[in-house]
């Protein structure tokens, strides 16, 4: 069913609510992760002093991280390059090839690596579709690029039935 393809495993209100120790714990070796609205605002080219440390304590921690965006490959190189961390641009999310290609170049396997983001129809239908762990963050920017306002409306409409359902036990923002 669609609606359990959209279920994150996790929700948390940023990347930096994600326990680290416990990824080490449940024998996380690395992090697939989107770039806007995830890390930081989709407007905004370079990393914050809180994401450059958030990528420290993983790298810290041993785990590798790879930015899987369907952006363009000038914006996600810009934003990856100063960090030294892999990245696929154009990666046509939902579909698999590029979650593939991610665990292929940081030689892990999917249960050994969890999908982070901002959108149900993207990174976690994706993410869900091929068995990995996914944890949906609240969107950094209150702001989307013109690509992204749709899946926006639709993500709302499947949030609203979700939490009627009983489904999710988060609140959405007003």
């Keep these: 069913m669609l609606l359990q393809k959209l279920m994150p495993n996790q929700f948390v ?3 930096h609510h994600i326990d680290i120790d416990q990824l080490k714990r449940n024998k ?3 992090v697939i992760t989107d770039l806007d609205n995830t890390l930081v ?20 921690a041993g785990i590798q991280v790879t930015v ?7 914006r996600v190189d810009r934003f990856c390059n100063p960090l030294g961390i892999g990245f696929i641009s154009a990666a046509r999310k939902p579909t698999n090839r590029a979650f593939l ?7 892990v396997t999917i249960a050994e690596t969890v999908v982070i ?16 762990h996914t944890i949906l963050v609240v969107p950094v920017a209150q702001t989307d ?16 039935w979700m939490e009627r359902k009983g489904m999710v036990s988060w609140r959405r923002k007003a």
Aim: proline content about 3%.
């Design 13 to 15: 209100e940023s990347i």
């Design 28 to 30: 996380i070796r690395a």
């Design 41 to 60: 605002e989709w407007d905004r080219p370079l990393a914050t002093p809180e994401v450059v440390e958030w990528l420290k304590r993983l790298h810290d």
């Design 68 to 74: 899987v965006s369907n952006n363009n490959r000038e």
């Design 101 to 107: 290609q991610a665990v292929r170049q940081m030689n």
């Design 117 to 132: 983001g901002d959108q149900l129809f993207t990174d976690v239908l994706g993410g869900n579709r091929l068995g990995f």
């Design 145 to 160: 690029g013109f690509w992204t306002r749709f899946n926006r409306q639709m993500e709302r409409v499947a949030l609203i």
